[in-house]
């Protein structure tokens, strides 16, 4: 489902709420992107707004209520550490933000199911990224995984930052 703008002939403004390691990304995408504006970045560290501030030029806010509050952000991109993903998540559905977060969407299925039953009570978008589902070597997997049989148990670990080759 694309998000439509509520606004007329405007991008969807977005919020990132986290700026560390793996935000920075999300920043740039979102930056790049055709759909989206960059609204704002926020991060309790005002270190990490401040390097943020000399790449984008973006509102600040001096909290996460005062995002949620704005009317016109329209999706949260939350990219914080887990723990914190249900909170904030559940906060900007009640302030009816469309939301993106990154995995893991919760710490227990149980919160992940209130999330999902209150973006659904309120027809709003609730996407969890899982990265690497559509990444070339994932897919490979997919096609052929059959051939190695009833498999009963993977392990797995990611050893490169930097993508597939």
């Known amino acids: 489902m694309l998000i439509k703008s509520t606004k007329k002939e405007v991008d969807v403004r977005a919020a990132i709420i986290g700026y560390g390691y793996w935000g920075r990304n999300v920043a740039r995408a979102v930056q790049n992107s055709t759909i989206f504006e ?14 943020a501030k000399k790449l984008y030029d973006f509102k600040e806010y001096l909290s ?27 906060n900007a ?14 710490m227990c299925s149980k919160e992940a199911g209130e999330l999902y039953d209150l973006a659904r009570a309120k027809s709003l978008i609730l996407h969890c990224d899982h990265i690497f589902l559509h990444a ?23 050893i490169n930052l930097s993508g597939y080759s």
Not at 64 to 87: G, K, M, N, R
Not at 94 to 106: D, M, Y
């Open 38 to 51: 960059l609204h704002t970045i926020f991060d309790l560290d005002l270190g990490q707004r401040r390097e």
């Open 64 to 90: 996460l209520d005062c995002i949620l509050a704005d009317e016109e952000i329209e999706v949260l991109f939350i990219i914080t550490p887990p723990q914190s993903h249900y909170a904030i998540a559940k």
């Open 93 to 106: 559905l009640q302030a009816n933000k469309h939301i993106f977060v990154e995995k893991p969407l919760c």
């Open 136 to 158: 070339p070597a994932v897919r490979w997997l997919k096609q052929h995984i059959s051939l190695l049989g009833n498999i009963v148990y993977i392990n797995a670990r990611r």
